[in-house]
């Protein structure tokens, strides 16, 4: 049981990331951003291709965080300029992803196993695996968080923000608003190559599949963080980010204890989803309810 | 200071739904000049005023504002110049931050935005200071979230936003229209305050003939895309809503029916 929840804890902290990246474009731009799917991926594939080069895991992931940056530009060009709908733009960069991902690979996975990682350094230093992505997991999250709740108070962060609470406002306080949603959407994909780097290096190999859900399982984790654990100020809602990303593989690792075949995981996923989205609605018809009932009385 | 040269805008040109919203219309504001635009509904007094602030680009005509010509700047270029307080309060604010965070993008209009820090400990004294202005009580409660404030105090603020960086023109767009008539007065009591006192120029449309004639320095009526009436000072002191019903009725042809022009 230890092991499952430590297993759990572990990947979910490399999943804060990708949630972390998913609570910028859905929360902070009201964007529900689709390239996620494929640039959790691209992050895993520059990241695989360049170990088994031989270049340092660190480097690796540096380079899987620009190849982010360069899926959120796009996704931000087709909807801005462009001015395709968001979803849709999500969706063309996503498509088109795939091909790019695969070109990177030259096939559609590559195995990380008998090559230095991130996680190397730790395991030599006696750690099992697990507890080495524990804490390379748990420091990166935590640096990110640092970093992004800087970020997000100096003038540009709060231009970003007025973006997506009131995009007409933000122009009218002089904001290039198609520039702030662009450079919003370039950190949210960047963070989630990160994670996809760090979840590639953690199972030992980048696969051409691995991105199916990543949007769903990104939202689900910022809806369970927000139940769960609040969200009163930006850094609360940062930790309670990482704390739902844990929460969700807490969750799933007890469904499939509990035996669930690992092959229904995405529909149970999806579904959760839907009713977590869903509870407003619910919420709204209950208290109709209850004052129609007292009237009735 | 602003010099409209024959705007012409029409919406959905070239197909059934096409419709003439304004047409040809010219006029200079001088600096200091405080403008009442008045106009039934489907006038074009709104589309007017959003041509100016670059919502929409114009068919036809050009915008100058101070020697610069705006015509076909972006909106958030154009906002370096303009200040702009809409209808809807909450149109005006981010609601999911605070009052001081508001402030500070206000602040910022027309400036570079960098990594420096959002907000500095010297410029709360600052929003302070004009938050008493308004007489709310916000000036205690910097850090509050503005979606909790009333419609109201939301206009109010705006209102400030709009002015906290001086601007060249000040556009109000039926910005009382949304609130009670109490709190309609409030805030048209303090934009007149806030006007007087920096000087600005303003240009603020209006539904209400009570509230045109009342404040500024000059009126102007639209009526079906065009400015029908231009009344200015000694002229415009002396007015009254009867004489503006029946010039209006000389000037178009037509009974003024629309009865939410003559309410108050």
Redesign the interface.
């Given at each position: 049981m230890l092991q499952i929840l430590s297993g759990a804890l572990s990947l979910g902290l490399l999943w804060a990331i990708v949630t972390i990246g998913v609570y910028l474009t859905y929360r902070i731009l009201s964007i529900a951003d689709l390239t996620v799917e494929g640039s959790i991926v691209t992050g895993a594939a520059i990241a695989a291709v360049a170990i088994t080069r031989g270049i340092n895991p660190y480097l690796a992931i540096g380079l899987a965080f620009l190849g982010g940056l360069v899926a959120g530009l796009i996704t931000g060009l087709l909807h801005t300029k462009l001015k395709i709908p968001s979803l849709l733009a999500g969706i063309l960069t996503l498509i088109g992803l795939y091909s790019i991902n695969l070109r990177i690979m030259g096939r559609a996975n590559i195995s990380l196993l008998r090559v230095n990682t991130v996680y190397t350094f730790f395991e030599n230093l006696g750690l099992d695996h697990t507890m080495s992505v524990i804490v390379i997991g748990l420091t990166f999250v935590l640096s990110l968080t640092g970093i992004l709740y800087w970020f997000f108070g100096t003038e540009i962060g709060c231009a970003i923000r007025a973006t997506g609470d009131n995009p007409q406002m933000a122009r009218a306080q002089g904001i290039n608003t198609n520039n702030t949603i662009i450079l919003g959407l370039m950190i949210s994909n960047g963070l989630v190559s990160i994670g996809g780097a760090l979840i590639a290096q953690s199972q030992s190999f980048a696969d051409i599949q691995m991105g199916i859900g990543a949007i769903v399982i990104g939202l689900a984790s910022v809806i369970i963080g927000e139940v769960l654990f609040g969200k009163r100020n930006f850094y609360s809602r940062l930790i309670s980010l990482m704390l739902g990303a844990i929460t969700y593989r807490v969750i799933i690792a007890l469904v499939l204890k509990l035996g669930m075949p690992a092959n229904d995981l995405k529909l149970f996923t999806a579904i959760t989803v839907a009713i977590a989205l869903s509870l407003p609605v619910f919420r709204s018809y209950f208290i109709t309810l209850k004052k129609s009932l007292k009237k009735g009385e | 200071m602003l010099d409209v040269k024959k705007v012409t805008k029409i919406f959905n040109p070239r197909t059934v739904n096409e419709k003439i919203a304004i047409y040809n219309i010219t006029f200079k504001l001088q600096k200091g000049d405080f403008v009442t635009l008045i106009g039934g509904n489907g006038s074009g007094k709104s589309t007017l005023l959003n041509c100016i602030?670059g919502v929409y680009p114009v068919n036809a005509g050009s915008v100058i504002i101070d020697g610069m010509d705006i015509t076909n700047l972006?909106?958030?270029?154009r906002?370096?110049v303009?200040g702009?307080v809409?209808q809807d309060p909450?149109?005006?604010?981010?609601?999911?931050?605070g009052i001081e965070?508001n402030l500070?993008?206000?602040l910022?209009?027309?400036?570079r935005?960098?990594?420096?820090?959002?907000i500095s400990n010297k410029e709360r004294e600052l929003y302070k200071e004009q938050l008493r202005i308004l007489s709310l009580g916000l000036e205690n409660r910097l850090g509050t979230k503005v979606g909790l404030l009333s419609g109201g105090q939301r206009q109010a603020l705006t209102l400030l936003?709009?002015t906290l960086k001086k601007p060249k023109l000040l556009l109000l767009d039926e910005h009382t229209a949304a609130l009670d008539p109490k709190t309609a007065q409030n805030v048209l009591r303090l934009s007149d305050k806030i006007i007087k006192e920096n000087n600005l120029t303003t240009l603020m449309v209006t539904h209400n003939m009570r509230d045109a004639i009342k404040y500024g320095n000059r009126l102007l009526m639209m009526h079906e895309g065009q400015i029908i009436l231009d009344i200015q000072d000694d002229e415009k002191r002396k007015l009254t809503v009867e004489d503006l019903l029946i010039r209006f009725g000389d000037v178009s042809g037509e009974e003024l029916a629309d009865n939410e022009m003559l309410l108050s």
């Open positions: - | 602030a972006a909106e958030y270029k906002s370096v303009l702009r809409f909450i149109m005006g604010t981010a609601a999911n931050m965070e500070a993008l206000a910022r209009r027309g400036q935005r960098g990594l420096s820090w959002g936003m709009a």
